[in-house]
């Protein structure tokens, strides 16, 4: 029979969040929310939530961006790249 729930969730994943990068890296930062924002990221909540923040970066929502890069932090993403973009942000004002 066919694929079912065989297929491995973490491919799924995987694959949706790279989708998300290109969808965003080509201008389309609302569809790429919209991508983000459906899906389940499961074990994967700190790429999704770094994503979510470039996203959101692009659209100009600083302080959405702010939060879903920390929330991004608190899952356990802890990358040089992350703390750099969180340090970059404009402040609010």
Known sequence: GGFGPAVDEGLILTASLRLGRVILAQGDAER????VNNLDPQSFE????EL???IYVA????????DAY???QQSGSSSDGLRM???NLPDES
């Open 32 to 35: 790429a929310l919209a991508l």
């Open 46 to 49: 700190g790429g999704f939530g």
């Open 52 to 54: 979510r923040g470039d």
């Open 59 to 66: 659209l100009g929502r600083i302080v959405d961006a702010r």
């Open 70 to 72: 920390v929330a991004a």
């Open 85 to 87: 973009k969180l340090d």
